[in-house]
């Protein structure tokens, strides 16, 4: 009973104003697929991407659902930016001799789906062309080419685009502020504050991604709409009317604490994660940037736990690790089906939340010791992810009682979501012993009572 009154009540706080996509589904899950930056930033060209494609088929991945072949920045020609009579931007020649959309035909015989990048600025973070002020031109060339996805990003925003008031987290020191202190890290002379209540669709950001919105809108074919807007103007409030997806931070790199130039480790991400993630639900999700599952020195429990939380965070799940060569033991966690199917499930569209934080007391803002438990409700059972931020082997305990949705008087069966398989029935706790900077990861489903089928029973009555 109780956890049918869960879904009626997401189903009921399901929001009405989202964009649905044309084709009735496109959007409504996380994407997952391949993205190009992470391994090759600018050195790309077609062999890559139609490698790619085959890689995905040969290595299993597009049965488990990895579908998009996204092309990041750098594809156009830096030179010539735009033709000159048709205002459309132009392939680089050298990298798409034949053109996008000689590329995008092969991927889509392939079975697979191609995804494309833009900015919402004058140009790209590369230097390459921007779209601000060609939203219509620019989309109906993605459309004509076959495009499935747009990563539209966030650099070289002109001045009379800047926000009026300024939410950008990744520059916060400390802690998140108030409300109202926006002040950012970039020394830019600019109204710090926002009024209380303020509503940020007003926000030239909103704007701006609105543009692209309406015009991919306009070409009347389904593009699934990432906006890589960094967590600016708090993207979160409003990007789900705009868009399927919102890039919430600063990029990833592939390091578990710190930062480097612009890009930051796994930790301080998962850390802004544990407080504004709760947005994320069908139709729209907090982007958490792509995978770098496997790159790097991240150690294989620092990949494991990568690919575990951002699987729970329903974060798009974007590979950005050569595959060609691919090691089995990345290959094996970038395809541990459990995970998928949590972050893919059809039926809860919330993302897992921190029911504690472990190390530090609870609502602590750590970039180095986040919050470490986790869980979240889907079709399958109650998910329980532990992360271990300390650098020695750990028991943790998954104290039932502490858990939102367990009852520490029930029994549960549990399974470990890294091997699917049973590890027993348990009552009150479950705990295991979690390597340094690894997660433990496990379902649990109602041993005596009827937990699972009322789960189900709900999901057909509430779908
Ligand atoms: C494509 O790019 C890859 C990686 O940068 C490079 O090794 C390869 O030679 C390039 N191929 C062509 C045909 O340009
Ligand atoms: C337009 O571009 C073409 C090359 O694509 C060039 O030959 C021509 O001079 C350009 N015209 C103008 C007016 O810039
Ligand atoms: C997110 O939801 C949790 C409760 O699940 C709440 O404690 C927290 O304040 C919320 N975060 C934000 C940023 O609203
Ligand atoms: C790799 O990890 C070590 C610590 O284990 C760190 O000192 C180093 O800077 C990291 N990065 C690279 C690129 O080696
Ligand atoms: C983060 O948490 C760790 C572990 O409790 C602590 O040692 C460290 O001082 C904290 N960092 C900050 C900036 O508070
Ligand atoms: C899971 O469902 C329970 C109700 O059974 C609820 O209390 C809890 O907040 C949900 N967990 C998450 C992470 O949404
Ligand atoms: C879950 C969620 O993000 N809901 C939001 C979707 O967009 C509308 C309009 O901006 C908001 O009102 C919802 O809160």
Same mark, same amino acid.
């Given at each position: !009973?109780?956890?049918?009154?869960?879904?009626?009540?997401?189903?009921?706080?399901?929001?009405?104003?989202?964009?649905?996509?044309?084709?009735?589904?496109?959007?409504?899950?996380?994407?997952?697929?391949?993205?190009?930056?992470?391994?090759?930033?600018?050195?790309?060209?077609?062999?890559?991407?139609?490698?790619?494609?085959?890689?995905?088929?040969?290595? /299993?991945?597009?049965?488990?659902?990895?579908?998009?072949?996204?092309?990041?920045?750098?594809?156009?020609?830096?030179?010539?930016?735009?033709?000159?009579?048709?205002?459309?931007?132009?392939?680089?020649?050298?990298?798409?001799?034949?053109?996008?959309?000689?590329?995008?035909?092969?991927?889509?015989? !392939?079975?697979?789906?191609?995804?494309?990048?833009?900015? %919402? /600025?004058?140009?790209?973070?590369?230097?390459?062309?921007?779209?601000?002020?060609?939203?219509? +031109?620019?989309?109906?060339?993605?459309?004509?080419?076959?495009?499935?996805?747009?990563?539209?990003?966030?650099?070289?925003?002109?001045?009379?685009?800047?926000?009026?008031?300024?939410?950008?987290?990744?520059?916060?020191?400390? /802690?998140?502020? %108030?409300?109202?202190?926006?002040?950012?890290?970039?020394?830019?002379?600019?109204? @710090?504050?926002? *009024?209380?209540?303020?509503?940020?669709?007003?926000?030239?950001?909103?704007?701006?991604?609105? !543009?692209?919105?309406? %015009?991919?809108?306009?070409?009347?074919?389904?593009?699934?709409?990432?906006?890589?807007?960094?967590?600016?103007?708090?993207?979160?409030?409003?990007?789900?009317?705009?868009?399927?997806?919102?890039?919430?931070?600063?990029?990833?790199?592939?390091?578990?604490?710190?930062?480097?130039?612009?890009?930051?480790?796994?930790?301080?991400?998962?850390?802004? %994660?544990?407080?504004?993630?709760?947005?994320?639900?069908?139709?729209?999700?907090?982007?958490?940037?792509?995978?770098?599952?496997?790159?790097?020195?991240? &150690?294989?429990?620092?990949?494991?736990?990568?690919?575990?939380?951002?699987?729970?965070?329903? &974060?798009?799940?974007?590979?950005?690790?050569?595959?060609?060569?691919?090691? *089995?033991?990345?290959?094996?966690?970038?395809?541990?089906?459990?995970?998928?199917?949590?972050?893919?499930?059809? +039926?809860?569209?919330?993302?897992?939340?921190?029911?504690?934080?472990?190390?530090? *007391?609870?609502?602590?803002?750590?970039?180095?010791?986040?919050?470490?438990?986790?869980?979240?409700?889907?079709?399958?059972?109650?998910? @329980?992810?532990?992360?271990?931020?300390?650098?020695?082997?750990?028991?943790?305990?998954?104290?039932?009682?502490? @858990? *939102?949705?367990?009852?520490?008087?029930?029994?549960?069966? +549990?399974?470990?979501?890294?091997?699917?398989?049973? @590890?027993?029935?348990?009552?009150?706790?479950?705990?295991?012993?979690?390597?340094?900077?690894?997660?433990?990861? +496990?379902?649990?489903?109602?041993?005596?009572?009827?937990?699972?089928?009322?789960?189900?029973?709900?999901?057909?009555?509430?779908?």
């Amino acid at each position: !009973m109780a956890l049918r009154s869960i879904l009626l009540g997401l189903t009921l706080v399901t929001p009405s104003f989202t964009l649905v996509s044309q084709d009735g589904h496109t959007g409504r899950l996380p994407a997952m697929g391949w993205n190009s930056w992470n391994e090759y930033e600018c050195a790309i060209n077609e062999t890559i991407f139609l490698e790619v494609g085959e890689l995905l088929i040969s290595l /299993g991945l597009k049965d488990l659902g990895y579908k998009y072949v996204n092309i990041d920045d750098c594809w156009s020609d830096k030179a010539i930016q735009r033709d000159n009579v048709t205002g459309r931007i132009r392939p680089d020649p050298i990298k798409f001799p034949k053109g996008i959309k000689h590329t995008a035909d092969k991927i889509h015989e !392939m079975g697979l789906k191609i995804g494309i990048y833009g900015d %919402a /600025g004058s140009t790209t973070c590369g230097g390459y062309a921007g779209s601000l002020g060609h939203e219509e +031109v620019d989309a109906k060339t993605f459309a004509e080419w076959g495009i499935d996805y747009l990563k539209y990003d966030n650099c070289a925003v002109p001045n009379q685009w800047h926000d009026e008031y300024r939410w950008w987290p990744e520059n916060w020191l400390g /802690g998140p502020p %108030a409300e109202d202190q926006t002040a950012g890290g970039d020394g830019e002379a600019r109204p @710090v504050a926002a *009024p209380a209540g303020y509503d940020w669709t007003t926000s030239n950001s909103f704007t701006r991604y609105q !543009m692209m919105s309406d %015009a991919l809108l306009a070409t009347g074919r389904t593009i699934q709409y990432s906006q890589c807007a960094w967590g600016h103007a708090h993207i979160e409030q409003w990007g789900n009317s705009t868009g399927h997806s919102w890039r919430m931070w600063g990029d990833i790199y592939p390091e578990w604490t710190g930062k480097w130039q612009w890009s930051w480790g796994l930790m301080p991400i998962l850390n802004h %994660a544990s407080f504004y993630n709760n947005e994320t639900n069908f139709w729209g999700h907090g982007d958490w940037d792509m995978l770098e599952v496997g790159n790097g020195n991240l &150690s294989i429990a620092e990949s494991r736990s990568h690919f575990a939380l951002w699987a729970a965070l329903k &974060s798009p799940l974007i590979i950005g690790t050569p595959l060609h060569g691919i090691e *089995p033991q990345i290959l094996n966690i970038l395809s541990t089906e459990d995970l998928i199917a949590f972050n893919q499930d059809a +039926v809860v569209g919330a993302a897992a939340k921190p029911y504690k934080w472990g190390v530090n *007391p609870d609502f602590s803002w750590n970039q180095t010791h986040p919050a470490e438990y986790w869980s979240g409700n889907s079709s399958r059972g109650v998910h @329980v992810f532990v992360l271990n931020t300390l650098d020695t082997a750990e028991t943790k305990t998954i104290d039932f009682g502490e @858990v *939102p949705g367990l009852d520490a008087d029930v029994e549960y069966g +549990v399974y470990d979501l890294w091997t699917g398989e049973s @590890v027993g029935a348990f009552r009150g706790v479950y705990e295991g012993l979690v390597q340094s900077h690894d997660t433990m990861a +496990v379902r649990l489903v109602e041993k005596s009572g009827s937990g699972r089928d009322e789960l189900k029973a709900a999901a057909v009555e509430g779908g």
